[in-house]
């Protein structure tokens, strides 16, 4: 206990194993019981769950779930209120959930496979009576606090893994029905389908069907969200009929099921009987005036559709081949019976229509998943022949109540919804089964669109008009609303020929538009109690009245562009078709501005087809229009539900083709302005994943594939990727680096993905393609599409080659710190993977002058990953271009000084040089030329770039063997004498290693420029060698996934070749600039450095930088002490500035810090009052230590650590060295493992009190202070 109230890890860890055996030592064997009681074990884990350090908190979690895995622990009740209580409780923080570092993206996190493990073990120890408790409890505890989606996930998974057994009862079934509703409802859709399907099976395997009944189940079943877990068709679904077909007689009796017969299902009587009891109706005093809820209706379509599966199910088995729809009839004829008498009984109860109309929708609603065409699909088509029958009767009612008086109040217009939905899936039944009713369907649109356009054409005279008028306006208005979708959608059915189309259209085109209903007199409706209308219910009444104009003029402004110029020339058509159209724009701004911002689509779908019109006349009204849509979809982005279709119809309406070109050839301010919402919605898009996507996929697919088919829109369309290519280079470059707890909800999607069809959410909920890699998947795709041929598509590839060379070299110069990973370094890598995408396109004339500025790009000092594509580009380039050599050995003959940071990318180039004179007939010159460049190098001071011309050199000089090439036989032998003591290097240390190690190294050995030029090997197989992030790598899955944008047919270049995607990633890494690649000889430490150093100021400064202090200390007259304070570990400025002042007192001779960025800030300066000025501060980051302390050693200091150890001296009694470098730790981690090692000697601080440690500083200026004194008593007496 008292070691874990530290928070140091490395102290911690050592005392783990000891929990194992006291785990051992407290169970005595022959009986099988506790000697001590497990209570003390929960304390210690419970101290762990709760400490402020993460990591350790998922160590005593592991090791906690661990436990039960291996040792068969005798049972305790302590141990089931420790689970449900603390552990459940440490198990809610989302970050354990995280991958280790090795594991792939998509693998199962190592807490969800032990919690999995756990959880089946632990329930199967548990006594049989404890069971049901213990997982009614468990699954209680999941509802009773605020969750997040993944740990709900896990624990979900976990529980369905459970073997199976019978032990929930109802009470069970209500509590994960409570997961479902309470817990879930904020979470994202796919993790949140994902959990419902494991709540589902955990429901199956778990339940006791003797103590449930049918009702109890099917409510539990809605619970689950048909478009997000449970539909028809996927496995999930099968499961559960055959659960239901296997448990059939099973199920709990309920009290309604008053007929028995021996030959039906269970489930088929309890269908029948909800069928009939839905469908009786109470004979009310009054007609209710609020539509009954929808509850009930998704209860009885899905209990049918599930009860008919299972009888089919049940069919198939028992061989029937002819299947009869015996069952299945026997559902549908109560409802059957009500619609037919809909259209001749007019006085069926409201009631009972709305319920009945409410089942037939749900019905209606329900696709197959699987099959494209319903005749396929047995259920569904018997369905829907038989809802056939009373087609004529639903159409006839529906009419009856939409034109004449029969909707009066505001309850009403629900109906009328639900009226209205039924529409289209009528028309869309009778295209799909029965043709013969086309015409009874054309009658009813015709009287419909003429009996509403009578009633808004009705002028009432009175002052304040009557609640019943007014919603009869709004119902008319809704039914031509329908009538345009119908129009819209369904153009098989031809109903454009209607002569009330016309009727319609010369109806829209006179109206007013924003035309408002005044808000009617209450007077006569007092006595009904159901009407509480109040102002702000009448405003969502209007608004949904003026949004319905809109949807009615998007039609006629879609279907007849010129506006009705053919009719009679009244005084308002006389207006020229701009002026009309300004006219509507100007009102389509008034729309946006008193519509709720969830009913703008239909204004912006006109927006779309007016503004073209007008770019040129009124531009400044369309940049009020630009600007008025981004402030709603700005002001959208919080709200799930309706910003993505509201920023899809955004987008077309502002990226329409025809808009961006009459922008582009005006180059007016509507250019500006749009070019300005391209770069708001990449930034958006970097805090709400996916918005960039929908802009690119949308401006890709218009501008290669237009949707006009004539050749002028062809080259306008791809004239405006020349114009807008900003969008191109920024979504090429695109992606943020996330934070950790982005990158774990991504991991945990991935992970669902990966399960493909064994999750149901998977197949139901549709991809919507917001994966930030799709942004750069589209971007590459349309790039493939181009060809170098067509001029238009040349023109625009050079453009945005030049464009990422410039955006490279911006990045390259810019002040940001560029380190592996960082963002600076993503960039850069993506600006090279488009080059070498675009590279074959290219021709001769453009790249004989970009060359130099690929080659400029590769004297900077670049990450490893960079410089394989740059020396790639090179190597291809040169392949293609022979005659380019020139240009390459130019780049030999700068000084030193430029090239000491990017050598071993030109002498890399070396390496595949074989490919470089592939296409030349002259070898001999080059080869003799690549010689005399590479022997120079040979000779290298720098043991680095001596390893790179030697892999080089012996690379050209087989060549050169091959060639049998006179001039050089007087260099053979001093050549092969070289090569020969190099391979059979021994002694040195590691060179041996080394030299054998970059020989292997991927892109020497095994990579070929031309066989692996692929997408697979520049998006995910180099990346992942040359040890990028993981987030950078695009695998090819998802150039399969993102389908909006299809690769060219012949594209050839796709996959890596086996033995490259089958490499690991080597342990050498590229490096420059002198920094130190020999390997030391511990070879833990070598893979842990070397990927990381970061050459300080030029090599190593820090020993001029000293002598220059120690002058200027002696010119101060200040002691000369051998003292270094490292404290690169610590990351607070309070601590470092403190510590900055304590050394500069006591003339240490340096402070060696993790960044020099820490002097500008506020508090360090607060702390350290100048001392900066007069101490030598040295930067060496955390990364870096290893080497510093190594060369420190050999320069005589000694290392001293301050740290607790088993081995640590105590202060009073250690004597320092003159030359002591001391390492302090960080304030909560301390000393890191890896450094502990290479310590000399651990000092630590004698304590009297309870509280374990000091403050960092406080501890570092004790051993300063002790040094000092030492020191001066030695002075003393050597006087």
């Not at 496979?113 to 049989?128: C, G, H, N, S």
């Not at 790009?857 to 410089?867: D, E, I, M």
Request: hydrophobic share 40%; glycine share 4%.
């Amino acid at each position: 206990m008292e070691t874990l109230e530290g928070n140091q890890i490395h102290v911690i860890k050592p005392v783990l194993p000891k929990l194992n055996s006291l785990y051992e030592h407290a169970v005595s064997g022959e009986k099988g019981c506790w000697l001590f009681h497990p209570s003390w074990h929960m304390c210690i884990y419970k101290r762990m769950f709760e400490s402020e350090n993460k990591t350790l908190a998922k160590e005593g979690i592991l090791h906690f779930l661990e436990l039960y895995e291996t040792k068969h622990l005798p049972n305790s009740l302590v141990f089931s209120e420790f689970v449900i209580g603390p552990l459940m409780d440490a198990l809610s923080e989302s970050s354990l959930y995280s991958r280790t570092p090795g594991q792939l993206m998509g693998a199962c996190p190592p807490l969800g496979m032990r919690l999995q493990k756990f959880l089946a073990t632990y329930f199967m120890l548990l006594p049989e009576e404890e069971k049901g408790s213990f997982l009614l409890k468990f699954i209680q505890k999941m509802t009773s606090r605020h969750w997040c989606a993944v740990p709900i996930l896990f624990l979900s998974m976990a529980l369905a893994y459970i073997p199976a057994c019978k032990v929930l009862g109802t009470e069970g079934l209500h509590a994960l029905r409570d997961v479902l509703q309470c817990t879930m409802i904020t979470h994202q859709i796919l993790l949140r389908g994902a959990a419902q399907c494991y709540l589902l099976q955990t429901a199956m395997h778990l339940t006791d069907v003797e103590k449930v009944s049918l009702p109890e189940v099917a409510s539990f079943l809605l619970s689950l969200r048909p478009e997000e877990s449970l539909r028809r068709d996927t496995m999930l679904w099968i499961e559960l009929c055959s659960w239901l077909q296997v448990n059939d007689r099973c199920f709990k009796k309920s009290i309604t099921s008053d007929f028995e017969h021996q030959e039906t299902s269970s489930l088929c009587q309890y269908v029948r009987s909800l069928v009939g009891e839905y469908l009786k109706t109470p004979a009310s005093e009054r007609e209710n005036c609020f539509m009954p809820d929808w509850f009930e209706a998704k209860l009885v379509a899905t209990v049918i559709l599930l009860a008919a599966d299972v009888e089919q199910m049940r069919k198939k088995y028992s061989g029937k081949s002819n299947i009869e729809w015996i069952e299945l009839e026997a559902f549908l004829n109560p409802l059957l019976d009500v619609l037919m008498k809909l259209g001749s009984n007019a006085y069926i109860p409201t009631l009972k229509t709305d319920k009945s109309l409410q089942l037939l929708l749900k019905l209606l609603q329900t696709r197959s998943l699987k099959c494209s065409n319903t005749q396929d699909d047995g259920v569904l088509f018997f369905i829907w022949k038989s809802l056939m029958t009373p087609m004529e009767s639903i159409l006839e009612f529906v009419l009856r109540r939409l034109t004449t008086n029969e909707l009066s109040t505001v309850g009403d217009l629900d109906r009328c919804d639900l009226y209205l939905a039924l529409i289209p899936e009528i028309v869309n039944l009778c295209l799909q089964v029965g043709w013969k009713k086309v015409p009874s369907i054309k009658n009813f649109i015709l009287s419909l669109t003429n009996a509403s356009i009578r009633n808004l054409q009705e002028r009432n005279c009175e002052e304040e008009p009557k609640l019943k008028e007014q919603i009869k306006k709004v119902a008319s208005m809704a039914s031509l609303t329908a009538v345009c979708e119908i129009l819209d959608r369904k153009p098989e059915a031809h109903l454009e020929s209607l002569p009330s189309v016309d009727a319609l259209k010369r109806f829209i085109s006179f109206s007013q538009f924003n035309e408002v209903l005044k808000k009617p007199s209450y007077i006569e409706e007092k006595s009904s109690l159901c009407e509480e209308t109040t102002s702000q219910g009448w405003g969502k009444i209007v608004a949904r009245y003026v949004r319905d104009q809109w949807i009615c003029l998007r039609f006629i402004l879609r279907s007849f562009p010129t506006l009705a110029q053919d009719y009679e020339e009244t005084s308002e058509m006389s207006l020229s078709t701009v002026e009309r159209s300004r006219k509507i724009l100007e009102s389509a701004l008034e729309a946006l501005t008193i519509l709720p911002s969830d009913q703008v689509l239909p204004v912006f779908d006109c927006m779309k087809v007016l503004v073209p019109k007008l770019l040129d006349s009124a531009e400044s009204l369309c940049i009020e229009a630009f600007d008025l849509a981004w402030k709603i979809i700005s002001s959208l982005s919080n709200t799930q539900l309706i910003f993505w279709s509201n920023l899809k119809a955004f987008v077309q309406f502002i990226f329409d083709t025809e808009v961006l070109a009459v922008a582009a050839s005006a180059k007016g301010q509507a250019y500006a302005k749009i070019k300005e919402i391209v770069f708001k919605l990449i930034d958006m898009s970097t805090t709400k994943t996916g918005v960039f996507n929908v802009v690119l996929s949308h401006c890709c697919r218009s501008w290669i594939f237009p949707t006009v088919d004539e050749r002028s829109a062809l080259t306008n369309a791809f004239l405006n990727a020349g114009n807008y290519c900003e969008l191109i280079t920024e979504a090429c470059v695109f992606g943020t680096v996330f934070r950790r707890d982005q990158r774990l909800t991504q991991d945990v999607h991935a992970f669902i993905e990966n399960l493909g069809e064994k999750c149901a959410a998977n197949v139901v909920t549709e991809s919507t393609n917001r994966d930030d890699h799709y942004v750069r998947v589209c971007a590459t795709k349309f790039l493939c599409l181009l060809d170098g041929s067509n001029i238009l598509h040349k023109t625009f590839m050079e453009d945005i080659f030049i464009k990422l060379l410039d955006k490279d070299e911006l990045v390259s110069r810019s002040r940001t710190r560029y380190y592996a990973n960082s963002l600076q370094h993503r960039i850069k890598n993506r600006v090279w993977q488009t080059l070498l995408v675009l590279l074959p396109k290219l021709d001769q004339n453009f790249l004989c002058g970009t060359l130099d500025k690929v080659f400029q790009a590769g004297f900077g000092n670049n990450q490893a990953s960079v410089k394989y594509f740059i020396e790639w580009i090179v190597i291809l380039s040169l392949h293609k271009y022979p005659q380019f050599l020139n240009k390459f050995w130019d780049c030999f003959c700068y000084d030193e000084e430029k090239l000491k940071t990017s050598i071993c990318t030109f002498l890399s180039v070396f390496s595949h040089f074989d490919i470089v004179l592939q296409n030349t007939s002259e070898k001999k010159p080059a080869l003799k030329k690549a010689l005399i460049v590479i022997l120079q190098w040979c000779f290298n001071h720098n043991f680095s770039v001596r390893l790179y011309a030697l892999v080089a050199l012996k690379k050209v000089w087989a060549m050169c063997r091959m060639l049998h090439v006179e001039e050089f036989e007087a260099l053979t032998p001093v050549i092969e004498a070289s090569l020969q003591q190099v391979e059979n290097m021994h002694g040195t240390g590691n060179a041996r290693r080394n030299w054998q190690r970059i020989q292997d190294h991927f892109f020497f050995a095994t990579f070929h420029p031309l066989e692996d030029y692929s997408l697979e090997t520049i998006f995910y197989t180099l990346p992942r060698l040359s040890e990028l992030a993981e987030d950078e790598w695009i695998s090819l899955a998802k150039f399969d996934r993102f389908t909006d944008v299809p690769l060219p047919p012949a594209y050839q270049w796709y996959h890596s070749r086996a033995e490259l995607l089958d490499l690991k990633p080597s342990d050498w890494s590229q490096q420059d600039m002198g920094s130190n690649s020999v390997e030391t000889d511990s070879q833990t430490e070598w893979t842990d450095v070397q990927k990381k150093i970061i050459p300080w100021k030029n090599s190593t400064p820090s020993l001029d930088l000293e002598m220059v202090f120690q002058d200027r200390a002696a010119k101060l007259g200040k002691s000369n002490s051998r003292l270094i304070v490292v404290a690169s570990l610590i990351d607070k400025p309070t601590n470092l500035g403190g510590l900055c002042r304590t050394s500069e007192i006591f003339g240490a001779s340096a402070l060696v810090v993790g960044s020099l960025h820490y002097i500008q800030d506020k508090q360090f300066q607060h702390l350290s009052v100048s001392a900066e000025q007069w101490l030598p501060l040295v930067e060496v980051k955390p990364a870096q230590l290893v080497d510093y302390l190594q060369q420190k050693k050999t320069e005589g200091y000694t290392i001293i650590g301050v740290e607790q150890t088993a081995k640590s001296f105590d202060l009073t009694e250690y004597c320092f060295p003159e030359k002591s470098l001391l390492l302090l730790g960080n304030e909560h981690e301390g000393i890191p493992a890896n450094l502990i090692h290479h310590l000399d000697v651990c000092v630590e601080i004698p304590q009297q009190g309870i509280i374990r440690s000091l403050n960092v500083h406080v501890s570092g200026a004790l051993l300063i202070w002790e040094y000092t004194r030492q020191q001066v008593i030695k002075q003393k007496q050597q006087k």
